[in-house]
Structures are given as C-alpha cells and as structure tokens.
C-alpha cells in the first residue's frame, strides 16, 4: 500500500520520511491533496536508473549465443519459396 504524506508534514518528519523510504518503500509526497513528489531509497533509485542493454546486446551474451558458439551449431535459411498463389 502506497504511503502518502502531506508536504508539511514529510518538512517537519523528514528523517521519518526517509527511514520509511528505506524500510517500506517509495513514500509519496501530496499538495493540496495531489501527488507531487516520491522519495525513495538508493537502492530503489539504482534499480530504475540503471543503464539498460540494448536487445542485441541481451541476445549475444545469452547462453543460448555461448551454446551455439560451443557447439558450432550452424543455421540456415530455406529457400523453399512456398506454393503458387493466384490471385
């Protein structure tokens, strides 16, 4: 469950704010009633901050690439063109 805290009162409990941050999660910050600002752990900050592989990256450093590799697994592509169609 999302923990809210009014803006005045996450100035005056800051320490708090933070110590749950670390210990229960992501705690939202509301003005006037509408969410503003979200304080989170590090470790929360890291894990939605860190870069990202790209795709190509992922699929060469699978296991499935180093199996392929170890196994000298080659693949080809059928050049069966499929039956004839009229339209």
């Not at 304080?39 to 499935?64: A, D, H, I, N, W």
């Amino acid at each position: 469950m999302p923990v809210s805290w009014k803006l005045q009162d996450a100035k005056n409990r800051l320490s708090e704010v933070v110590d749950r941050a670390v210990r229960e999660g992501p705690q939202t910050i509301t003005r006037r009633g509408d969410p503003v600002a979200v304080v989170l752990s590090t470790v929360e900050y890291r894990k939605l901050t860190k870069p990202r592989q790209s795709l190509v990256q992922f699929l060469r450093e699978s296991p499935l690439a180093k199996a392929v590799a170890e196994y000298d697994l080659e693949f080809s592509r059928s050049t069966d063109t499929g039956r004839p169609v009229s339209l």
